[in-house]
């Protein structure tokens, strides 16, 4: 069976570079699974979790926004961060929920806000439970 190379990078790095047996990945409006041979596509990423799989072993990470490119073999996801799952903090996950839900929304711009942030505490929370 082929395999399939992944790679996350960050503005600040490359997170990780593997080959894998199958990817997950959070995009804005579900999840899409990507197995050795899929057809290319472009995907917006949303907030939530990356599974990466080889062999018996499945690497977690939250993701948060950005793109993915499947071409070729080659899963790319371009995040705005990512973060291997046993690295995030619940608590600080849970605080950063509260401090949204606390402020105030005056403004379309500031409802955006406060929604983003607790949807990417939630999506923190969720991954971290998960490890």
């Not at 199958?22 to 290319?40: C, N, R, S, Y």
């Amino acid at each position: 069976m082929s395999e399939l190379k992944c790679i996350v990078v960050t503005p600040e790095q490359t997170v990780c570079e593997k080959q894998a047996d199958f990817v997950a990945a959070t995009l804005f409006d579900g999840e899409i699974g990507i197995a050795p041979g899929h057809t290319p596509l472009i995907g917006r990423l949303g907030y939530g979790e990356l599974r990466i799989r080889t062999g018996d072993q499945t690497e977690r990470f939250y993701i948060e926004g950005g793109f993915l490119e499947v071409v070729n073999d080659v899963a790319s996801l371009l995040t705005n961060r990512a973060v291997p799952a046993g690295k995030l903090d619940e608590q600080a996950a849970e605080r950063q929920m509260e401090a949204a839900r606390g402020q105030s929304a005056k403004s379309p711009e500031a409802m955006t806000a406060r929604e983003q942030a607790i949807a990417q505490g939630r999506a923190q929370l969720h991954v971290a439970r998960k490890v």
